[in-house]
Protein backbone atom coordinates (compact mmCIF):
# COMPACT_ATOMS: atom_id res chain seq x y z
CA UNK A 1 0.00 0.00 0.00
CA UNK A 2 1.11 3.90 -0.27
CA UNK A 3 3.10 5.17 2.44
CA UNK A 4 5.14 8.28 3.00
CA UNK A 5 7.29 8.35 5.74
CA UNK A 6 9.00 11.76 6.76
CA UNK A 7 12.24 12.06 8.95
CA UNK A 8 14.64 14.51 9.90
CA UNK A 9 12.94 16.30 12.10
CA UNK A 10 14.77 18.12 15.38
CA UNK A 11 14.95 20.77 17.63
CA UNK A 12 17.41 23.60 16.32
CA UNK A 13 18.02 27.42 16.96
CA UNK A 14 17.17 30.17 15.21
CA UNK A 15 19.11 30.29 11.89
CA UNK A 16 19.50 27.44 11.81
CA UNK A 17 19.04 24.18 9.15
CA UNK A 18 17.07 20.94 9.01
CA UNK A 19 16.79 18.40 5.56
CA UNK A 20 13.87 16.90 5.80
CA UNK A 21 13.26 13.38 3.76
CA UNK A 22 10.30 11.48 2.78
CA UNK A 23 10.42 8.00 1.80
CA UNK A 24 7.73 7.08 -0.68
CA UNK A 25 6.63 3.35 -1.25
CA UNK A 26 3.40 1.90 -2.81
CA UNK A 27 3.26 3.70 -6.26
CA UNK A 28 5.09 4.73 -8.93
CA UNK A 29 6.74 7.83 -7.14
CA UNK A 30 8.48 9.56 -10.31
CA UNK A 31 5.09 9.67 -12.02
CA UNK A 32 3.35 12.24 -9.13
CA UNK A 33 3.42 15.49 -8.23
CA UNK A 34 4.51 15.83 -4.93
CA UNK A 35 4.38 18.39 -1.77
CA UNK A 36 5.33 19.41 1.43
CA UNK A 37 2.44 20.80 3.82
CA UNK A 38 3.22 21.75 7.87
CA UNK A 39 0.83 22.46 10.54
CA UNK A 40 1.71 24.66 13.51
CA UNK A 41 0.87 24.50 16.67
CA UNK A 42 -2.65 25.12 17.42
CA UNK A 43 -3.28 26.13 13.62
CA UNK A 44 -4.61 24.35 10.58
CA UNK A 45 -2.48 22.82 7.74
CA UNK A 46 -0.47 25.19 5.60
CA UNK A 47 0.75 24.17 1.97
CA UNK A 48 4.88 24.84 2.13
CA UNK A 49 5.86 23.69 -1.41
CA UNK A 50 4.94 21.47 -4.94
CA UNK A 51 7.49 19.64 -6.95
CA UNK A 52 6.98 17.59 -10.48
CA UNK A 53 7.47 14.57 -11.20
CA UNK A 54 10.76 15.26 -12.87
CA UNK A 55 10.80 12.15 -15.17
CA UNK A 56 11.65 13.37 -18.28
CA UNK A 57 13.63 16.92 -16.98
CA UNK A 58 14.41 18.47 -13.87
CA UNK A 59 11.93 18.68 -11.61
CA UNK A 60 10.37 22.29 -11.14
CA UNK A 61 9.72 23.52 -7.50
CA UNK A 62 7.15 26.72 -6.05
CA UNK A 63 6.70 27.81 -2.68
CA UNK A 64 4.51 29.49 -0.38
CA UNK A 65 5.72 33.27 0.38
CA UNK A 66 6.35 32.68 4.04
CA UNK A 67 9.23 29.94 2.97
CA UNK A 68 10.76 31.40 -0.17
CA UNK A 69 13.86 32.19 -0.56
CA UNK A 70 14.98 29.70 2.24
CA UNK A 71 13.26 26.72 1.65
CA UNK A 72 14.71 23.86 -1.28
CA UNK A 73 12.21 21.27 -2.35
CA UNK A 74 14.17 18.27 -4.29
CA UNK A 75 13.77 14.66 -5.04
CA UNK A 76 15.67 11.42 -5.97
CA UNK A 77 13.15 9.56 -8.03
CA UNK A 78 16.20 6.92 -7.72
CA UNK A 79 15.70 6.19 -4.25
CA UNK A 80 12.17 7.38 -4.31
CA UNK A 81 12.54 10.02 -1.75
CA UNK A 82 11.46 13.60 -1.24
CA UNK A 83 13.68 16.20 0.52
CA UNK A 84 12.97 19.73 2.11
CA UNK A 85 15.87 21.73 3.09
CA UNK A 86 15.15 24.49 5.65
CA UNK A 87 17.28 27.08 6.24
CA UNK A 88 17.76 29.95 8.22
CA UNK A 89 14.57 28.94 10.22
CA UNK A 90 12.64 31.18 12.63
CA UNK A 91 10.55 30.12 15.43
CA UNK A 92 7.31 30.91 12.77
CA UNK A 93 8.83 27.71 10.80
CA UNK A 94 7.62 25.45 14.17
CA UNK A 95 5.64 22.73 13.06
CA UNK A 96 4.94 19.02 11.91
CA UNK A 97 6.03 18.71 8.44
CA UNK A 98 4.16 16.31 6.47
CA UNK A 99 4.74 15.40 2.46
CA UNK A 100 1.87 14.65 0.20
CA UNK A 101 1.13 13.07 -2.63
CA UNK A 102 -1.39 13.82 -5.73
CA UNK A 103 -4.46 11.45 -6.01
CA UNK A 104 -3.47 11.00 -9.25
CA UNK A 105 -0.23 10.48 -11.64
CA UNK A 106 1.08 12.96 -13.95
CA UNK A 107 -1.67 15.53 -13.47
CA UNK A 108 -1.46 18.78 -10.78
CA UNK A 109 -3.64 20.24 -8.91
CA UNK A 110 -3.32 22.67 -5.75
CA UNK A 111 -3.09 20.61 -2.42
CA UNK A 112 -5.96 20.01 -1.06
CA UNK A 113 -5.98 18.30 2.98
CA UNK A 114 -7.78 15.27 1.24
CA UNK A 115 -4.49 14.29 -0.41
CA UNK A 116 -2.29 11.31 1.43
CA UNK A 117 0.16 12.23 3.40
CA UNK A 118 2.52 10.77 6.20
CA UNK A 119 2.12 10.81 9.71
CA UNK A 120 4.81 13.73 10.05
CA UNK A 121 8.06 14.82 11.57
CA UNK A 122 8.61 17.47 14.05
CA UNK A 123 10.38 20.91 13.53
CA UNK A 124 11.18 22.96 16.39
CA UNK A 125 12.90 26.13 16.47
CA UNK A 126 13.67 27.76 19.63
CA UNK A 127 16.79 29.09 21.36
Known amino acids: QVQLVESGGDWVQPGGSLRLSCAAS????????MFWVRQAPGKGLEWVST???????????YYAKAVEGRFTSSRDNTKNTLYLQLNSLTSEDTAVYYC?????????????????RGQGTRVTVSS
Open 100 to 116: SKHPKERTFTPWEPRFF
Open 26 to 33: GFTFSRYW
Open 51 to 61: ISPGEDHAAAT
